[in-house]
């Protein structure tokens, strides 16, 4: 999702790069040109780079969240039960059922919600670790592209 919302971002960068790299309004020098060029893509790499980071943010945010406060479907004990007895009518008809008894029934329902939930436990740790991937990759980058910007400020305004 977020490959598909840069994308349309990265392009339009591409057109302002090209609009005024070849702009015939403005007579400028080569060097000033070539500059301008920099200056757009140190500005879209760090834009670019800052929305990876956020979206890196939510994501395991939300990862977060699902990791302390699981949202699981779980099946109620009826339904649990009535599932146990109509599970096997695909089964060979010769095959005779074993019957549990409802203390045994309400063991197994028990430690399938405990397996349930630990299942989207581990689904959310999974995605906030992919998540933070979304950060520390980017970071970096943004980072070098924000001290280079600024360092190209100050040798400007010298």
Do not use: C, H
Not at 56 to 73: C, K
Not at 93 to 102: F, Q, V
Not at 122 to 128: D, H, I, K, S, Y
């Amino acid at each position: 999702m977020t490959l598909v919302l840069l994308i349309p971002i990265v392009i339009l960068m591409l057109f302002v790069i090209l609009f005024l790299s070849l702009s015939p309004l403005r007579k400028s020098s080569t060097e000033e040109r070539e500059d301008l060029v920099k200056q757009v893509y140190q500005y879209s790499v760090a834009f670019i780079t800052l929305i990876m980071i956020i979206g890196g943010g939510i994501f395991t945010f939300m990862n977060l969240s699902d990791y302390f406060a699981p949202n699981t479907y779980i099946e109620t004990y009826d339904q649990y039960k009535s599932g146990q007895y109509y599970s096997g009518k695909f089964e060979e008809e010769n095959t005779e059922r074993e019957e549990l008894s409802d203390e045994e029934l309400r063991r197994n329902y028990n430690e399938m919600v405990e397996q349930r939930k630990e299942q989207d436990r581990q689904r959310a740790l999974n995605g906030m670790i992919q998540s933070l991937g979304w950060i520390i990759i980017p970071l970096p980058v943004f980072i070098f592209f924000q001290r280079k910007i600024g360092k190209d400020r100050k040798e400007s305004d010298e």
